[in-house]
């Protein structure tokens, strides 16, 4: 069985080519190239249908690709030209789910055993390995309960001792956070970036969430229509998105239709001018990003605004702004005591937009 002993060593972690898939005649793969180096970890991000539990899919061999190759740890898993195709079982990777598919009827330890019976560890070899991987994850005092007398965030631990205690070369998971509620999301994601570094696992982290993914992930693919819109580590992503989608995605702020007059490009609906930079044609979409908007009555470039909704929250006021002119909103945070209905000025550097041709590249 594979395991990280006949991993090649110095080859990546997970290797794509070209990889493509339908179901029937409708194509939801297109063309897909990834590399994730070993130690690294790689977030697949996207709305629903993208297509991300079909790439999960095929990298475990539940699935197989129309065209392209896949590669675990420098071995070729997947290549239908070749007529190479390894079973999910000699892939051996480690498989957290979002429902964490646990025997009900089996201790928590004898979960956990599972993948080292499979590759047939002796009985004291695994009695170690599976205490080593419950005290990881701190149920070290659980092993002998059933998970139906675990709470959710404990059966995911469980499930994420499971995927590790056979130490695979790599770790798919696949939305294994939704079933839980949002305090405790949170928590699970700083603990499972935590584990993942403290291993120096590799691992591929499939969520429709993109603070999880920016959280947890070295480099994200942002899926789109069966597409990598773009393939980044999170600063990059959050800094410069590649479009106009991956910005709207990631909420990075509020996108404007601009349009170039004789001179200018002007923000359509507004008489704000606008600073741009290199960029031809006569419409664009702009993007003003919520990190970059101040509420200064003395900055550059004031856009004004009209106050929707002022929320309190421990950080402050979150604020719901229309764009005066147009039915486009902004969310902005602030210290000051702000009341629905007030017109505020934000200022924002030209440096801080982003622009955008309004044709979609695969759309
Ligand atoms: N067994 C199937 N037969 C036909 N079409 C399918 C099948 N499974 C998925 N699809 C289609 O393939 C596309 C990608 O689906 P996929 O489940 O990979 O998306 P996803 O990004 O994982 O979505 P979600 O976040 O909702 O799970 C969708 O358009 C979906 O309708």
Not at 72 to 86: E, H, M, Q, S, Y
Not at 179 to 192: G, K, S, W
Not at 344 to 354: A, I, K, M, N, Y
Request: net charge negative; with cysteine.
């Amino acid at each position: 069985m594979f395991s990280k002993s006949s991993a090649v060593s110095g080859a990546p972690a997970l290797s794509l080519q070209g990889v493509s898939m339908s179901y029937g005649a409708e194509k939801v793969l297109h063309q897909i190239d990834l590399n994730l180096a070993a130690g690294e970890v790689l977030g697949l991000l996207g709305p629903s249908g993208c297509g991300k539990t079909t790439l999960l899919r095929l990298i475990s061999g539940l699935l197989l690709p129309d065209a392209g190759q896949i590669q675990i740890a420098g071995t070729t898993v997947a290549a239908p030209r070749a007529g190479i195709t390894l079973p999910p079982e000699k892939r051996g990777l480690g498989m957290v789910f979002q429902d964490y598919a646990l025997w009900p009827h089996m201790s928590v330890a004898r979960n956990v055993a599972f993948p080292l019976e499979m590759m047939r560890v002796g009985a004291s070899e695994c009695k170690d390995r599976v205490t080593r991987a419950l005290d990881r994850v701190g149920l070290g005092a659980m092993a002998e309960r059933r998970p139906s007398d675990l709470s959710g965030g404990q059966q995911q631990r469980v499930a994420i001792a499971r995927a590790i205690v056979a130490e695979p070369p790599l770790v798919l998971f696949d939305e294994p956070l939704s079933n839980l509620d949002r305090e405790l999301r949170e928590t699970m994601v700083e603990e499972i970036a935590d584990l993942v570094a403290d291993l120096n696992l590799s691992a591929v982290y499939v969520t429709h969430d993109h603070a999880e993914a920016l959280t947890l992930a070295n480099h994200v693919a942002v899926m789109r229509g069966g597409w990598v819109e773009q393939l980044a580590a999170p600063a990059e992503l959050v800094d410069h998105p590649k479009t106009a989608a991956v910005a709207e995605f990631l909420r990075l702020g509020c996108l404007l239709p601009a349009l170039h007059d004789a001179e200018n490009w002007l923000i359509k609906g507004t008489d704000l001018s606008l600073p741009a930079g290199v960029f031809g044609g006569a419409e664009a979409q702009v993007l003003l990003p919520e990190k970059a908007l101040r509420l200064d009555a003395n900055g550059p470039n004031k856009l004004k605004t009209e106050v929707l909704r002022a929320q309190v929250r421990s950080t402050g006021q979150a604020l719901t702004l229309r764009v005066v002119g147009t039915n486009h909103v902004i969310r902005h945070l602030t210290p000051a005591p702000v009341r629905a209905g007030d017109v505020l000025e934000l200022s924002f550097s030209p440096e801080d937009l982003r622009w955008f041709p309004v044709a979609d590249p695969h759309h």
